[in-house]
C-alpha cells in the first residue's frame, strides 16, 4: 500500500521531470480542429507514445483513425486476477484564437509563480501527464516493479474536435481495452479550497422540428386569420415544452431519472456556490429552471429542454406582412442517468405530431443518435476506492459533482461496460478552451500523488 | 338623372375611345420600384395629365413628390353647393418579372377574345381609364355641361411602392382635395357573376420583437436549465398572443371592434365561397381562426395577429449546443374599424412588458405609425347611391364584401375625413402583380356604366 508521506515526498522530489514533460509536450501545437496542424497532432501523438515507453510500459501502440490517432499504452499488473483500468485522456488541443489576447505565446510554456501558462497546459496535456509523475511515485514508494492493476491507458487526438472517431475506436479495440472501470482524467475539481469528484455526466440528443404550412408565403392581409400559421405553430409547440413548474412535458420524460438521493443533495448543497459569480460567468441577469433543485442540481443531476435556435417567415429589416410558409427550431434534451436518447426522441415525435394542428406538416430529425448519460452512484466502490486515493492527496474530504454537458465518457462507460470514475485537478478558472489557459503547478502535483495511490484503492477495492 | 338604357349605348358605341386610351397608356412601362422606369413613370403621369385635358377637365395638374409624381385633375360642378367626389387611383405598375412567363410582352397591350393582356390593364390604368368613358356617357346623355358633382382625382405614381410619399402629398394639399366622399377605383367586385362592393379593409401595425437573454450565447450543457431562454421566452410570448379560440389575447383588443350587424352578415353568406378555391389559391391544407365566424368575415371583418417571421440563435446545419443570446420575431396585426393602432401597440408592449420572465430584455419596435382600417357602412348614403349606380350598371343586385389588406384607402378617409366607397371591377383571376395580367373588356364598360351613374346619385345622396 501507498504510503501518504512517501508519495508526497517523492512528488515534491521529482516534479522537475513532470515540468520537463510539460514544457517538452506543450511545444507541440497539436490543434486537432486545424487541418494545417495535422502533422503536429500526430506528432503530439507520437511524443507521449515514447513518454509511455520510457516510463517503462511494456505495450505502446500508436492507434490511427480516419483522423487524428490515439496513444495505446499497457502495463499489466504481475498478478493475474488483479483488476483492469482503463485510463482516458486526449493529447490534442483547443484552436488559440484570438491569439493577441494571450500575454504569452500558447506554444511557448511559461512559468509565472506557480502558474505555468500554455494551450493545453490543463485541458488535457497536464492531466496526462501527472499520471507518469504518479505512477513512478507509487512504484518507487512501494518497491514493486509493475502497478497492481493492469493499467491501459487510450489517449485520443480528437476529443477537441468533437472525438468524431472515437467510438468507432472504443468499438474496433473493444478487446484490448476491456476492463473493470474506467478512469477519465479530464476534469476538474470545484473549486481549489473544495476538492471534488465528478460522478456523472448528462447525455444528449438533438433534433430538428421542420414545420411547413401553406406551400407559399402568403398575404397576411388576404389570408391573415383564416390559415394556420406555421411559426405559430411553433411557438405553441416550443412553448408547451415546459410546464409552469419548469417541467419537461413528454410523457414519460422523467420516469427513468435516477432520484438524487438525500445524501447526494446534502453533499451537494455543501460545495460552495457563489450564485452571482454564476450569473456572471453566465452573463445573465437571473436564474430559473425545474422546481424544487437548486441551481447545481439543475445543471448536473436533472435532465433538461433548450431551444437551441428558430429560423422562418421574414427576418430582414423594416416589416413584410407574410404569413410564413414554413417555421424550424433547433431543440436539444440534456438527458440524466438512465434516460434513453432513444426513448426521449420517440416522444419528442410523438409530442410534435399531436402539437402541430390540421393545416401544418411536421418533420422531425435527430441529429447522431444521441449520447447516452453516464453516472457512477457515489456510493459504487470505485467511487469510494477513488475518493479515497483523492483524499490521501488532497488532505480534505472529497464532495461531489455532476457536470451538466458530455463528452467521451459516455462513449467510454457505454461501450467499455465499465463503471466511470473521474479524477481530475482542473480548476474552474484555468481559461480551457480561451486565451491564457494555465494550469496551477501545485495541483499537477496533487494529481500525481491522487494517481500514486489511485491503483492500491482501486485494486483493493474491485479484487 | 342618367337613363340606364342611353348610357349603355353611349359607353357601346364609344368604347372603342377606352379601347385606344388603354392601347396607348399601357405601353408606357411605369414600373414604381425599379428606378431605371423612373422616367417611364413621369411620362405616365404626362399622359394621364394629357388625357384630363382632352376630356375637358379646367384643372390638371401634376404634381411632383419626393419620389414620382401624382396628376391631380378637377372639374367643378355647376353648382356651388353640389358635393365633391374625390376618385382615387394610380398610375404605376408592378414590376414584370418574371417576364419569361408572359405569354405576350407586357407593355404590348394584346387583344384575345375579350381579354386584353397587359401590365397594369386592371391594375389600375384600366381602372382610371373606364372614368373618362364614363363621365362622357354622363354628359352626353344629360346634355350636361359639367358633372354633377365637383370632380377631383388624384392618381399617384407610388402605390405598387408602398405609397411612401402619398399621405404626405394628401396633407400638402389637403385644401385642394376637400371633399364630402372619397370613390376608390382600385378594386374589384367578387367573381364575375356576383358583383359587389367593398366597404372596409382592414388596418395594420406591425411590430418586431426583440428578446435579449446571456449576453453570449451559452453552452447548453454547463448551463441548460438554468438561466432563461430567450428563444423559450419568445415561444411563449407568441403562443399567448391567441387563446383557444382563435381570439387575440390582449386586453381591450377587441372593445372598439365594430362589430358584423346580421344584414351584413347575412349579405356576406350569400357571397358564394369555394373553400376548397381558397385552398388552392392559399396552398394551405386548412383553414383555422377565429370561433364563430366563417373564413370571409375572419379576412375581411374580423381583427387577427400574424407572426411573419422569427429567428433566434443557431440555425445552421446539424447541432451546436448553445442557448442563444438574442430571439427575435416580427409580429403584425390586422386592424379593423374602429380599432386604433396606437392602442392596440400600447396593449402590445405591456404584454411582452408583462411576458417576459426575469433575466430577458424585451424591446419592441413599431414601424411606422401603423394603417387605420377603414369602414363605410353599408347603410350610409354613399354606399346606398354607389349600390345604385352599380346596380344599374350590372342589371344584378350589389352584395357586400370587405378587404384584408389595406392601401392609401386609409390614409384617405383618415387625412381627408370623408367616407370612402370602392367602385371596381377587377376580378379575382385578373393575375394582378402576376405575369400575364389581363383585364376582361366588358368589365371595364360596365365600370364605365356605374361611374356614369354615379355623380348623379352621389349628387342626390349628398345633397
Redesign the interface.
Given at each position: 500500500m501507498t504510503d501518504t508521506d512517501a508519495v508526497r515526498r517523492y512528488v515534491a522530489d521529482h516534479r522537475q521531470s513532470l515540468y520537463d514533460d510539460l514544457d517538452a509536450w506543450l511545444r507541440i501545437p497539436s490543434i486537432s480542429a486545424d487541418p494545417a496542424h495535422a502533422d503536429d497532432v500526430r506528432r503530439s501523438a507520437d511524443w507521449l507514445a515514447g513518454r509511455f515507453r520510457a516510463a517503462g510500459f511494456p505495450t505502446v501502440e500508436v492507434w490511427p483513425t480516419e483522423g487524428q490517432p490515439a496513444v495505446f499504452a499497457e502495463w499489466p499488473a504481475d498478478d493475474p486476477a488483479a483488476p483492469t483500468a482503463v485510463v482516458y485522456g486526449h493529447h490534442d488541443v483547443q484552436p488559440v484564437d484570438p491569439l493577441e489576447l494571450w500575454e504569452t505565446p500558447p506554444f511557448e510554456p511559461t512559468v509565472r509563480g506557480e502558474e505555468l501558462f500554455a494551450r493545453g497546459a490543463i485541458d488535457d496535456k497536464g492531466q496526462v501527464l501527472y499520471h507518469f509523475l504518479g505512477l513512478a511515485a507509487a512504484l518507487e514508494t512501494t518497491g514493486r516493479t509493475a502497478p497492481p492493476v493492469t493499467l491501459r491507458f487510450v489517449v485520443e487526438g480528437e476529443e477537441e474536435f468533437g472525438s468524431p472517431n472515437f467510438a468507432r475506436l472504443l468499438r474496433d479495440h473493444r478487446d484490448r481495452l476491456d476492463c473493470d472501470v474506467v478512469v477519465v482524467s479530464d476534469t476538474g475539481i470545484h473549486d481549489r479550497e473544495t476538492p471534488s469528484m465528478c460522478t456523472g455526466m448528462?447525455g444528449?440528443t438533438?433534433c430538428q422540428i421542420d414545420l411547413h404550412?401553406?406551400?407559399?408565403d402568403?398575404?397576411?392581409?388576404?389570408?391573415?386569420?383564416?390559415?394556420?400559421?406555421p411559426?405559430?405553430a411553433?411557438?405553441?409547440?416550443?412553448?408547451?415544452?415546459?410546464d409552469d413548474s419548469?417541467r419537461v412535458t413528454l410523457p414519460g420524460f422523467y420516469d427513468r431519472v435516477v432520484a438524487l438521493t438525500d445524501r447526494e443533495r446534502e453533499l451537494m448543497a455543501r460545495l460552495p456556490f457563489d450564485e452571482s459569480g454564476?450569473?456572471r460567468t453566465?452573463?445573465?441577469?437571473?436564474?430559473?429552471?425545474?422546481a424544487g433543485f437548486t441551481?447545481l442540481e439543475?445543471?448536473g443531476a436533472?435532465?433538461?429542454c433548450?431551444?437551441?435556435?428558430?429560423?422562418?417567415?421574414?427576418?430582414g429589416p423594416?416589416?413584410?406582412?407574410?404569413?410564413?410558409t414554413d417555421?424550424?427550431?433547433?431543440v436539444?434534451f440534456?438527458l440524466v442517468a438512465d434516460q434513453e436518447p432513444a426513448e426521449v426522441e420517440a416522444a419528442m415525435r410523438a409530442y410534435v405530431d399531436r402539437a402541430v394542428?390540421?393545416?401544418?406538416?411536421a418533420h422531425v430529425e435527430f441529429?447522431?443518435g444521441g449520447v447516452r448519460p453516464c453516472l457512477t452512484p457515489i456510493d459504487h466502490p470505485a467511487v469510494q476506492a477513488a475518493t479515497r486515493a483523492m483524499h490521501k492527496a488532497f488532505g480534505k474530504e472529497i464532495l461531489y459533482t455532476r457536470?451538466?454537458?458530455?463528452g467521451p465518457e459516455a462513449d467510454l462507460a457505454d461501450i467499455l461496460g465499465a463503471p466511470v470514475v473521474f479524477v481530475g485537478v482542473g480548476l474552474p478558472d484555468d481559461r480551457i478552451h480561451a486565451p491564457n489557459e494555465r494550469v496551477v503547478l501545485p495541483m499537477l502535483l496533487t494529481g500525481a500523488e491522487a494517481v500514486a495511490h489511485l491503483w492500491d484503492e482501486l485494486a483493493g477495492a474491485l479484487a
Amino acid at each position: 500500500m501507498t504510503d501518504t508521506d512517501a508519495v508526497r515526498r517523492y512528488v515534491a522530489d521529482h516534479r522537475q521531470s513532470l515540468y520537463d514533460d510539460l514544457d517538452a509536450w506543450l511545444r507541440i501545437p497539436s490543434i486537432s480542429a486545424d487541418p494545417a496542424h495535422a502533422d503536429d497532432v500526430r506528432r503530439s501523438a507520437d511524443w507521449l507514445a515514447g513518454r509511455f515507453r520510457a516510463a517503462g510500459f511494456p505495450t505502446v501502440e500508436v492507434w490511427p483513425t480516419e483522423g487524428q490517432p490515439a496513444v495505446f499504452a499497457e502495463w499489466p499488473a504481475d498478478d493475474p486476477a488483479a483488476p483492469t483500468a482503463v485510463v482516458y485522456g486526449h493529447h490534442d488541443v483547443q484552436p488559440v484564437d484570438p491569439l493577441e489576447l494571450w500575454e504569452t505565446p500558447p506554444f511557448e510554456p511559461t512559468v509565472r509563480g506557480e502558474e505555468l501558462f500554455a494551450r493545453g497546459a490543463i485541458d488535457d496535456k497536464g492531466q496526462v501527464l501527472y499520471h507518469f509523475l504518479g505512477l513512478a511515485a507509487a512504484l518507487e514508494t512501494t518497491g514493486r516493479t509493475a502497478p497492481p492493476v493492469t493499467l491501459r491507458f487510450v489517449v485520443e487526438g480528437e476529443e477537441e474536435f468533437g472525438s468524431p472517431n472515437f467510438a468507432r475506436l472504443l468499438r474496433d479495440h473493444r478487446d484490448r481495452l476491456d476492463c473493470d472501470v474506467v478512469v477519465v482524467s479530464d476534469t476538474g475539481i470545484h473549486d481549489r479550497e473544495t476538492p471534488s469528484m465528478c460522478t456523472g455526466m448528462r447525455g444528449l440528443t438533438y433534433c430538428q422540428i421542420d414545420l411547413h404550412g401553406p406551400d407559399v408565403d402568403l398575404h397576411s392581409g388576404m389570408f391573415g386569420g383564416a390559415v394556420p400559421n406555421p411559426a405559430t405553430a411553433l411557438a405553441h409547440l416550443l412553448a408547451g415544452l415546459h410546464d409552469d413548474s419548469g417541467r419537461v412535458t413528454l410523457p414519460g420524460f422523467y420516469d427513468r431519472v435516477v432520484a438524487l438521493t438525500d445524501r447526494e443533495r446534502e453533499l451537494m448543497a455543501r460545495l460552495p456556490f457563489d450564485e452571482s459569480g454564476f450569473l456572471r460567468t453566465a452573463a445573465s441577469r437571473a436564474t430559473t429552471g425545474e422546481a424544487g433543485f437548486t441551481t447545481l442540481e439543475r445543471i448536473g443531476a436533472r435532465p433538461t429542454c433548450e431551444v437551441n435556435g428558430l429560423w422562418g417567415g421574414y427576418t430582414g429589416p423594416g416589416q413584410k406582412t407574410i404569413i410564413p410558409t414554413d417555421a424550424h427550431a433547433k431543440v436539444s434534451f440534456r438527458l440524466v442517468a438512465d434516460q434513453e436518447p432513444a426513448e426521449v426522441e420517440a416522444a419528442m415525435r410523438a409530442y410534435v405530431d399531436r402539437a402541430v394542428p390540421p393545416g401544418i406538416d411536421a418533420h422531425v430529425e435527430f441529429f447522431g443518435g444521441g449520447v447516452r448519460p453516464c453516472l457512477t452512484p457515489i456510493d459504487h466502490p470505485a467511487v469510494q476506492a477513488a475518493t479515497r486515493a483523492m483524499h490521501k492527496a488532497f488532505g480534505k474530504e472529497i464532495l461531489y459533482t455532476r457536470e451538466g454537458g458530455s463528452g467521451p465518457e459516455a462513449d467510454l462507460a457505454d461501450i467499455l461496460g465499465a463503471p466511470v470514475v473521474f479524477v481530475g485537478v482542473g480548476l474552474p478558472d484555468d481559461r480551457i478552451h480561451a486565451p491564457n489557459e494555465r494550469v496551477v503547478l501545485p495541483m499537477l502535483l496533487t494529481g500525481a500523488e491522487a494517481v500514486a495511490h489511485l491503483w492500491d484503492e482501486l485494486a483493493g477495492a474491485l479484487a
